[in-house]
């Protein structure tokens, strides 16, 4: 994967290590831990277990049951807490074990959390970051598995954020700590164990999308997990001669459309990919994006390879939802041999 590192605001100078992306939000973690004591983490077995998935490992041994605690199993429960420590002041870090465990805590995010700011005409700031281990790729049960990004980024006052990388999953988190807003930060679980260079002291710039491969021919639009898979169709296609650009939007609201509109006006054609369903999934809002801008200059309909529009299935199932690589090839084609008329 290559990328252009731009020196951010707070960056110390280049650092880098080798983590996993579970090593890797574990430290962003701490690190802000470490940095302000208004930050706190909490939710379903995430202190003394260390979590499901062990993000949260050895951070209460480390910093105390006062800054690092678990919550019942009521997910409403645990936004509405994060809403009051806010107002007091904190700058709460909490979690839901999986994606569809997020619905429960629904009204509490729509109706409290993304409007209290606006509600208070800003003398009431929610600096929450609601982490969200997401997507499918380790044929979890049902509920484990979902792609609930279109919900969020519909919801006006949330910011929405998926790292593809450990890099980015440590300087995103911790953007997201710091930011004054409430975020959801989507961490797609198929990724956790994926291992890459961090540099700590440079985050290259945590706003906006970034375009992860450079390419002639067609730009791919993606985002969390499926980035990794659109990268390998590009190198599939490269054998035969597709240059192909992929752009990893990073932030899903705000969506980052001026990166998007540069590469696909330089490219002129656009597949977008994403696990969720097709009707009404993000992959909708882009290709409206690029087609508005873009229109008489596309030599081909914006493509969509996405799950199907059917309940998230579970188990082997899985495999049939999540795009493949064969089926992001086709998408590609689809644009690449498209004939007007």
Do not use: C
């Not at 067609?218 to 190198?235: C, F, P, Q, Y």
């Amino acid at each position: 994967m290559t990328t252009t590192l731009r020196p951010a605001p707070g960056d110390t100078g280049s650092t880098v290590e080798i983590l996993s992306v579970q090593q890797a939000l574990n430290r962003a973690l701490a690190d802000e831990l470490d940095a302000d004591p208004r930050v706190l983490v909490f939710g379903e077995d995430v202190g003394v277990l260390g979590g499901v998935f062990r993000v949260t490992d050895g951070l209460q041994a480390r910093f105390g049951s006062d800054r690092v605690f678990d919550t019942p199993l009521a997910e409403s429960a645990i936004l509405g807490t994060a809403v009051g420590l806010a107002i007091a002041g904190f700058r709460p870090v909490p979690e839901v074990q999986f994606d569809g465990f997020a619905y429960p805590a629904f009204d509490q995010i729509v109706s409290q959390v993304a409007r209290y700011r606006y509600r208070s005409r800003g003398r009431l700031p929610m600096p929450i970051t609601l982490r969200v281990p997401s997507y499918g790729g380790i044929r979890a049960p049902e509920l484990h598995g979902e792609s609930t990004e279109a919900f969020w980024a519909h919801v006006a006052g949330l910011k929405v954020v998926s790292p593809a990388d450990a890099h980015d999953a440590y300087h995103l988190l911790r953007a997201s700590i710091r930011s004054p807003d409430p975020v959801i930060f989507l961490e797609p679980k198929s990724r956790y164990w994926q291992k890459g260079p961090v540099d700590l002291g440079n985050s290259g710039g945590a706003d906006g999308a970034r375009i992860v491969r450079p390419g002639r021919h067609l730009t791919i639009l993606s985002w969390g997990a499926m980035v990794d898979r659109s990268l390998k169709a590009a190198e599939v296609a490269a054998e035969d001669g597709v240059d192909t650009e992929v752009v990893d939007l990073r932030w899903l609201s705000p969506i980052d459309t001026a990166t998007i509109v540069e590469s696909v006006g330089r490219t002129r054609r656009a597949v977008v990919v994403h696990e969720a369903a097709r009707t009404a999934g993000l992959g909708a809002e882009v290709a409206t994006r690029i087609s508005e801008r873009l229109f008489d200059t596309l030599r081909a309909p914006v493509q969509r390879v996405t799950g199907y529009d059917v309940p998230t299935p579970s188990g082997a199932l899985e495999d049939e939802q999540i795009p493949s690589v064969h089926r992001i090839l086709l998408g590609m084609q689809r644009v690449l041999e498209y004939r007007r008329g």
